[in-house]
């Protein structure tokens, strides 16, 4: 079966930088899009950033220009880059993808666990 798994988070300080990562593992035939979804406490989950299987991308106002997030097909692994970060980027980040299981098969939507950004002031 298909699983997602977040690594990277931790605390930092505001203006710091850190590096997210996504592995997708199992069965595995083809992975369409790529996302990454944050929720911080006392709020809904919102799209973070966004990456097609040929590298469009696409982010949230609230983090254009200071996140990145980037994809190694080979490697069925995805990437965010959180750099100047801010406390108000304290969140569990989840990444997302659309994922076909098998040849044939339809898209599905995993998640993964989850990995926890906190930001000090």
């Known amino acids: 079966q298909v699983q997602l798994v977040e690594s990277g988070g931790g605390l930092v300080q505001a203006g710091g930088s850190l590096t997210l990562s996504c592995a997708a593992s199992g069965s595995i035939f083809s992975i369409n899009t790529t996302d990454w979804y944050r929720r911080a406490p006392g709020k809904q989950r919102e799209l973070v950033a966004h990456?097609?299987?040929?590298?469009?991308?696409k982010y949230a106002d609230s983090v254009k220009g200071r996140f990145t997030i980037s994809r190694d097909n080979a490697k069925n692994t995805v990437y965010l880059y959180l750099n100047s970060l801010k406390p108000e980027d304290t969140a569990v980040y989840y990444c997302?993808?659309?994922?076909?299981?098998?040849?044939?098969?339809?898209?599905?939507?995993?998640w993964g666990q989850g990995t926890q950004v906190t930001v000090s002031s």
């Open positions: 990456i097609t299987s040929t590298g469009s991308t």
């Open positions: 997302n993808a659309e994922i076909s299981p098998g040849s044939g098969s339809h898209l599905y939507s995993y």
